[in-house]
């Protein structure tokens, strides 16, 4: 997965949880980092991710991973 997708679905479940940029990162990294995560110009390490993911109430793995999609 590339960074872009990756910062896509953090801001989405971000947004879905109806969590504030400086809400989702506390005191763990700057708005500012979460922001160049989200544009896809950054990418979190795994700490960060494990971070993210656990604030959203996520396992980290679901941010990374798709689901397959049904064959026709």
């Known amino acids: 997965?590339?960074?872009?997708e990756l910062?896509?679905?953090?801001k989405e479940a971000?947004?879905?949880?109806?969590m504030t940029q400086s809400?989702?990162?506390g005191t763990f990294i700057t708005r500012n980092m979460l922001s160049g995560i989200?544009?896809?110009?950054?990418c979190p390490s795994v700490k960060t991710l494990e971070y993210?993911?656990?604030?959203?109430d996520l396992?980290?793995?679901?941010?990374?991973?798709t689901s397959p999609?049904?064959?026709d």
């Open 1 to 4: 997965m590339n960074s872009e």
């Open 7 to 10: 910062g896509k679905r953090i």
């Open 14 to 18: 971000r947004l879905a949880k109806k």
């Open 23 to 25: 809400e989702l990162v």
């Open 38 to 42: 989200e544009s896809g110009n950054a």
């Open 52 to 56: 993210l993911a656990g604030r959203l």
């Open 59 to 65: 396992p980290a793995g679901c941010l990374l991973y």
């Open 69 to 71: 999609s049904p064959r």
